[in-house]
């Protein structure tokens, strides 16, 4: 199976394309850090600033025992891709942290898994 982990902001409109959609505009953003605000969640200064906050830090957790629990049964079913999305404000600095760091740990585990990032037009 492959896993999209897709960023986008709710400002350009909500992802309609995705099985899971995840809102992490709840945690701390980079965009009000004049250092943070013209980088991106593919940058490390941000993706570290966003994952110093605890609340971030057990959020990523909750997704990736989310995904953990659903990944076996989808594929036990036959399903081919599995789309997950996290939004932001801006599509730049959460959303893009959230699936990088999530597919990034899903390849470290063995799933096929990448991210595209809608709004920043970059896919890895």
């Known amino acids: 199976m492959k896993i999209e982990c897709r960023s986008f902001g709710f400002k350009n409109g909500a992802d309609a394309q995705s099985e899971f959609v995840f809102d992490v ?8 850090i004049d250092s943070l605000k013209y980088k991106t969640g593919l940058d490390k200064p941000v993706r ?7 609340s971030a830090q057990e959020y990523l957790k909750k997704v990736i025992d989310i995904l953990l629990f659903v990944i076996p049964i989808k594929e036990k079913y036959g399903v081919e891709k599995l789309t997950v999305s996290f939004g932001c404000t801006g599509g730049h600095h959460r959303s893009v942290t ?7 740990f899903l390849k470290q585990n063995g799933y096929d898994a990448y991210s595209f990032h809608r709004d920043i037009n970059i896919e890895d």
């Open 25 to 32: 505009r709840c945690l701390p953003n980079p965009f009000y």
């Open 48 to 54: 570290d600033y966003i994952l110093a906050d605890e």
């Open 98 to 104: 959230f699936a990088v760091e999530v597919s990034e």
